[in-house]
């Protein structure tokens, strides 16, 4: 197992589009999170599953969000209708229950023309 | 009010400094505390957790204060390698949701 992975690396794309970000997590580990990263700001929550459950979502994301987890293994993010502001970085990282550290992917980075 | 709150720093410092950040949290019902190291460009990694008692790893001390909803990370000996931002994360209650602050920079110089 080589950690949590993320794809793609890098996205960009033009205003209005609908992009989508995949996540593979440590396999053993069944909590999976999403959050998003600017400049100078911490990692910001916008979701969280255990297993295929998606537990809790941030009431910063707008309704252009959808997380899926539908095997409890991978997960998708969806951003439709993309606007500048989106533009970040996008963290998933993955744990065991109740064990609060995690583990991060190298993120992918979005780029909103 | 952020949830989590870190001074922002910069903070320089020659190589061999002792160097303190410190974090605050506004949720009294937080259950469980750790310091992040993130790279320039990189993803956050784990530095340690927090305990009530204080704990030690190496170089690196961290307090927690539940009265004044308050932690703290102690660096001995700078090294050049250090150099990076230090992220403070509280977890809640229900432990689901890990709320970071904004970081602090700490740049060592030689």
């Known amino acids: 197992d080589t950690g949590v992975s993320q794809d793609p690396r890098h996205k960009i794309t033009k205003r209005g589009q609908n992009v989508t970000f995949r996540c593979d997590p440590i396999?053993?580990?069944?909590?999976l999170y999403w959050y998003r990263q600017t400049l100078g700001q911490g990692p910001e929550f916008l979701t969280y599953?255990?297993?295929?459950?998606?537990?809790?979502k941030s009431r910063l994301l707008s309704d252009r969000f959808s997380a899926e987890r539908p095997k409890g293994s991978f997960s998708t993010l969806e951003i439709q209708r993309t606007e500048q502001g989106d533009s970040a970085m996008y963290l998933c990282a993955s744990s065991f229950t109740g064990a609060n550290v995690l583990t991060f992917g190298a993120g992918s980075r979005l780029t909103v023309l | 009010r952020k949830e989590v709150e870190q001074d922002p720093g910069p903070f320089n410092v020659p190589e061999g400094a002792t160097v303190a950040f410190n974090c605050t949290y506004s949720?009294?019902?937080?259950?469980?505390f750790f310091w992040y190291r993130q790279d320039c460009r990189k993803e956050p990694k784990l530095l340690m957790s927090v305990y009530s008692s204080g704990n030690e790893d190496g170089r690196f001390t961290a307090q927690l204060n539940r009265a004044s909803q308050y932690i703290s990370l102690l660096i001995r000996d700078s090294k050049l390698s250090d150099s990076a931002t230090y992220l403070c994360?509280?977890?809640?209650?229900?432990?689901?949701?890990?709320?970071f602050g904004d970081g602090t920079t700490l740049t060592v110089k030689p």
């Open positions: 994360v509280v977890n809640g209650a229900n432990a689901g949701k890990s709320t």
């Open positions: 396999s053993e580990h069944n909590r």
């Open positions: 949720n009294s019902a937080s259950q469980s």
């Open positions: 599953f255990q297993n295929e459950a998606q537990l809790e």
